[in-house]
């Protein structure tokens, strides 16, 4: 499965970006999805999660309410929206498919985007 990631850019604080990951090369009703962002110098972190149906989604706190998660099967693209952005959410995001149900481990994943920043100017 190959996946590219797209969307990120430079905003103000409060403004809003949305993000899209468009899968190709297998079945993508089979892969729960995530997004995943890395800060300079921080470790990888979960972000959001959607399940193979679409009907199960999954936040960290400090993005629930701002973020949303979605997928669109005939498409084979999840996007992310964010709404309200702030300064800490500055970051390369990551979008990633596991065979299983959605964790928050990015060990868990089995396939990766190449990333696309977001840097979110105060």
């Known amino acids: 499965v190959q996946l590219q990631a797209s969307g990120g850019g430079l905003v103000q604080a409060g403004g809003s970006l949305r993000l899209s990951c468009a899968a190709s090369?297998?079945?993508?009703?089979?892969?729960?999805m995530g997004w995943f962002r890395q800060a300079p110098g921080k470790d990888r972190e979960f972000v959001a999660g959607?399940?193979?149906?679409?009907?199960?989604?999954s936040y960290t706190d400090s993005v629930k309410g701002r973020f949303t998660i979605s997928r669109d099967s005939a498409k084979n693209t999840v996007y992310l929206q964010m709404n309200s952005l702030k300064p800490e959410d500055t970051a390369v995001y990551y979008c990633?498919?596991?065979?299983?149900?959605?964790?928050?481990?990015?060990?868990?994943?089995?396939?990766w985007g190449q990333g696309t920043q977001v840097t979110v100017s105060s």
């Open positions: 090369g297998g079945t993508f009703s089979n892969y729960a």
């Open positions: 990633a498919a596991t065979s299983y149900v959605v964790r928050t481990n990015p060990n868990d994943y089995d396939y």
């Open positions: 959607i399940t193979r149906s679409g009907w199960g989604t």
